[in-house]
T-cell receptor, first 111, second 115 residues
């Protein structure tokens, strides 16, 4: 089983719709969780951290389910500019800030 | 603060040639990472430095890849000899253990094409 798994998509979603991605991780001791956004031919950029209590940033909501070992990202009222690849990242070791990334989920917002 | 700097942005080489990439982390960041991202995949960690010491190089193909961070600041990653499957984007990132960990920032990467 891979350390971090994501559905690669692609997800083709009409503008204004709500879309959600999940990401599962294998190491139950994992400490920190993140979502990154990567535009075509660009480096990944940190989108948001994921906390046990869930966190929201505008139209984006991230949640962590430790019992089932997955994190999720919800995008509401999707915009054309949300088209990108979304990578989840997991820090598997306490005291070591190394991140393990999923393969990414490609999202295309359709006008 | 200035971000992670990488050079060159692009490199095209023939197989069996050698190539080197350079990274300068965010000032004061003790930890530096090199990742390889093959098209359609997520970044894969090649090597992690803490100051000038190696923390994790378990996924570095040591028969052809080498990396160093001699003074605990900037770093170079070398491939010798290159293979076609080394075509990828090589990303550098850095982090500081002095602050809460909020993920890290990548440099713009070096896109390597091996022909």
């Amino acid at each position: 089983r891979k350390e971090v798994e994501q559905d690669p998509g692609p997800f083709n979603v009409p503008e204004g719709a709500t879309v959600a991605f999940n990401c599962t991780y294998s190491n139950s001791a994992s400490q920190s969780f993140f979502w990154y956004r990567q535009d075509c031919r660009k480096e990944p950029k940190l989108l948001m951290s994921v906390y046990s209590s869930g966190n929201e940033d505008g139209r984006f909501t991230a949640q962590l389910n430790r019992a089932s070992q997955y994190i999720s990202l919800l995008i509401r009222d999707s915009k054309l500019s949300d088209s990108a690849t979304y990578l989840c990242a997991v820090n598997p070791n306490f005291g070591n800030e190394k991140l393990t990334f999923g393969t990414g989920t490609r999202l295309t917002i359709i006008p | 603060e200035a971000g992670v700097a990488q050079s060159p942005r692009y490199k095209i080489i023939e197989k069996r040639q050698s190539v080197a990439f350079w990274c300068n982390p965010i000032s004061g960041h003790a930890t530096l990472y090199w990742y390889q991202q093959i098209l359609g995949q997520g970044p894969k960690l090649l090597i992690q430095f803490q100051n000038n010491g190696v923390v994790d190089d378990s996924q570095l193909p040591k028969d052809r890849f080498s990396a160093e961070r001699l003074k605990g600041v900037d770093s170079t990653l070398k491939i010798q000899p290159a293979k076609l499957e080394d075509s990828a984007v090589y990303l550098c990132a850095s982090s500081s253990r002095d602050t809460n960990f909020y993920g890290y920032t990548f440099g713009s990467g070096t896109r390597l094409t091996v022909v």
